[in-house]
């Protein structure tokens, strides 16, 4: 299997999951919260870096330098996976006041202060909407972004050895 395999294949499962993602929102008609937008973008950019990876077909120190790309942006997504994650675990007294859309942020507030916001998470971040064997849906994205953080660390730290999984 070669590096363009590989990031080949990653591109396409970040493509799936935002394909669920925008599914989940324009026909099942789940809303996403501030925290589900930055986790989108987490995707994106992890899909982008695995597209370029596969248009360039990188070796040997390239691999590594996508690696490395890869495990920035997923380990990104996984940070604010886990952040809704411990927002939906906290007491129902504890949990943020619910905030203004993301759509409607954007409109009026800087840019700055829309991340800000977001990167916060709202009381819309700690519901619970959907569930798919016992996980919600930033358990899911925490368990994708955990495994691309695991292949971008394998890419990253590997040693090229005769007969191994990943060709340059």
Do not use: N
């Amino acid at each position: 299997m070669t590096s363009r395999w590989v990031f080949g294949l990653i591109f396409l499962v970040c493509a799936a999951l935002l394909g669920v993602a925008f599914y989940m929102e324009h026909v099942m008609g789940l809303e996403p919260c501030p925290l589900c937008w930055l986790q989108r973008f987490g995707f994106m950019g992890a899909g982008l870096v695995s597209f370029l990876a596969l248009l360039q077909g990188p070796t040997g120190f390239g691999v590594r330098i996508y690696g490395f790309l890869l495990v920035l942006t997923a380990g990104a997504g996984l940070g604010v996976a886990s952040r809704q994650l411990w927002l939906q675990s906290l007491p129902a007294d504890q949990v943020p006041a619910c905030g203004p859309s993301v759509d409607y942020m954007l409109e009026v507030l800087p840019w700055f202060e829309v991340l800000s916001t977001a990167l916060r998470g709202t009381g819309d971040c700690a519901q619970v909407v959907w569930r798919f064997l016992g996980l919600s849906i930033p358990g899911w994205t925490a368990v994708f972004f955990s495994l691309l953080v695991i292949i971008g660390l394998i890419l990253v730290f590997r040693r090229r050895k005769s007969g191994e999984w990943i060709r340059s």
